[in-house]
């Protein structure tokens, strides 16, 4: 049998730990929580086009705006996902998605420093990001159907 030193265990403690680190930084971190408590990284999004939008239950631009976003993502050129600004838990969103009769997915998010955008100073406040999750626009206010037949031309020429 072979005995290791203390400095060699001492060494190989700290190769382990540096590989463990790597391995850890190879994934992508997660960004969000769903409403099912699932997290969810950015990454998963980057097959399309991504509009992020920030509502609050108190808004009513926010609600009003929310059947137009639905549509949005029924489209299928751009996908939507909305964080209410308030902190919610994912039961409560579901409450909220019920409630609201919202149907695109509804996310916390964990960390918003390792986000591409800041959080908003104003609502509604929508963030378009590329397939490679870069930001490509900050669109404050309600959204319309121009906004989002602009949203959707870009998304048509983005490709």
Same mark, same amino acid.
Not at 14 to 35: E, H, K, M, R, Y
Not at 46 to 73: G, T
Not at 123 to 137: C, F, I, M, N
């Given at each position: 049998?072979?005995? =290791? @030193? ?12 540096? =590989? ?6 190879? @994934? ?11 997290? %969810? ?10 509009? %992020? +939008? *920030? ?5 009513? #631009?926010?609600? $009003?705006?929310? /059947? ?5 993502? $029924?489209?299928?050129?751009? $996908? =939507?996902?909305?964080? +209410? *600004?308030? /902190?919610?838990? #994912?039961?409560? !969103? ?5 409630? *609201? ?12 420093? @390792?986000?591409?955008? /800041?959080?908003?100073?104003?609502? #509604?406040? @929508? *963030? !378009? ?5 870069? !930001? ?15 949203? +959707? ?7």
């Amino acid at each position: 049998m072979h005995r =290791v @030193s203390a400095r060699g265990l001492e060494m190989k403690r700290i190769c382990w730990l540096f =590989v463990t680190t790597l391995l850890g930084a190879c @994934s992508p971190p997660p960004g969000f929580t769903d409403a099912a408590g699932k997290q %969810v990284a950015l990454a998963e999004f980057a097959d399309k086009p991504l509009l %992020v +939008n *920030y509502f609050a239950p108190w808004c009513a #631009p926010c609600l $009003r705006e929310m /059947p137009l976003l639905a549509a949005l993502q $029924r489209e299928g050129r751009i $996908r =939507v996902i909305a964080i +209410n *600004y308030d /902190p919610a838990s #994912p039961a409560e !969103l579901t409450e909220l998605a019920q409630r *609201y009769r919202i149907a695109v997915p509804l996310m916390i998010p964990l960390d918003e420093a @390792s986000l591409p955008f /800041p959080r908003p100073s104003a609502l #509604p406040t @929508s *963030y !378009l990001l590329d397939e490679a999750g870069k !930001l490509q626009e900050t669109l404050q206010g309600e959204l319309d159907e121009a906004k989002l037949a602009a949203l +959707n031309a870009w998304a048509t020429r983005a490709r």
